[in-house]
């Protein structure tokens, strides 16, 4: 069972192997692949840092705690209907995704998001919206 926020719902959704250090690059890259793998994974939403902010670089500031931070776990949440302490399979975040998110939810509730403007989180939904999952990370 994996721990995560609200707001790495969608971060996996647009993950394309990019990241803050070669240890968090590793980690995303190992969930992100269990869940695209196997989508009957338990996921249990936490309020705060997770299992992906367990290998955010310290180099400075911890932004995993940032009050913006929490907001947006907060807003992707109630987005899709789910509630912090629920433990659900990738597959019913994937189906709550499909009957509650478009596309152009990233250029709000992720508006002041640094990985915004790749474009990756809106093509990530859409994605989810066809049926076709997690992209598969080269």
Not at 78 to 86: R, S
């Amino acid at each position: 069972m994996y721990k995560l926020r609200g707001h790495h719902l969608f971060c996996l959704l647009g993950y394309r192997g990019m990241g803050y250090s070669q240890e968090y690059v590793e980690n995303m890259t190992r969930l992100h692949q269990t869940l695209r793998n196997n989508p009957k994974t338990w996921i249990h939403l936490v309020k705060g840092p997770d299992q992906l902010c367990e290998k955010y670089p310290n180099s400075g500031e911890y932004h995993c705690e940032h009050d913006d931070i929490y907001e947006r776990d907060a807003a992707i949440l109630e987005k899709l209907g789910l509630k912090i302490g629920q433990i659900l399979y990738w597959k019913d975040i994937e189906s709550s995704i499909q009957k509650h998110a478009v596309p152009s939810d990233i250029q709000t509730i992720c508006e002041t998001c640094s990985w915004r403007s790749y474009g990756v989180c809106e093509e990530g939904i859409q994605d989810i919206l066809e049926g076709k999952g997690l992209k598969e990370v080269k």
